[in-house]
């Protein structure tokens, strides 16, 4: 079993900065993928940004060039810097952990607006 506490998020303008982190607690050993999506009401939940254990890394179209993601294997940890926000990026952001097994652990969301 895992568990993912996240932290960060919030309201800022647009062009502005967040820090986004999760940190996976419970048999860590178990984790292959790290990352984050995020969901707008009435729509699906989208892939923002993900990592392998080896450090591969996909973005989102939308999000490349402004976005970061990075890993401490050692803890686990992930984060996602997020930089020149606009506000389409305004969601809830969700972490999320998926498992040599393929079992994908989801954070609780944190919401980021983003104003005009």
């Known amino acids: 079993q895992l568990q993912l506490v996240e932290s960060g998020g919030g309201l800022v303008q647009a062009g502005e900065s967040l820090r986004l982190s999760c940190a996976a607690e419970g048999d860590i050993r178990l984790i292959n993928v790290m990352g984050w999506y995020r969901q707008t009401p009435g729509k699906s939940r989208e892939l923002v940004a993900q990592i392998s254990s080896g450090g591969s890394i996909n973005y989102a179209n939308s999000v490349k060039g402004r976005f970061t993601i990075s890993r401490d294997n050692a803890k686990p940890k992930v984060s996602l810097q997020m930089n020149s926000l606009e506000p389409e990026d305004t969601a809830v952001y969700y972490c999320?952990?998926?498992?040599?097994?393929?079992?994908?652990?989801w954070g609780q969301g944190t919401q980021v607006t983003v104003s005009s």
């Open positions: 999320t952990a998926i498992t040599w097994g393929m079992t994908n652990y």
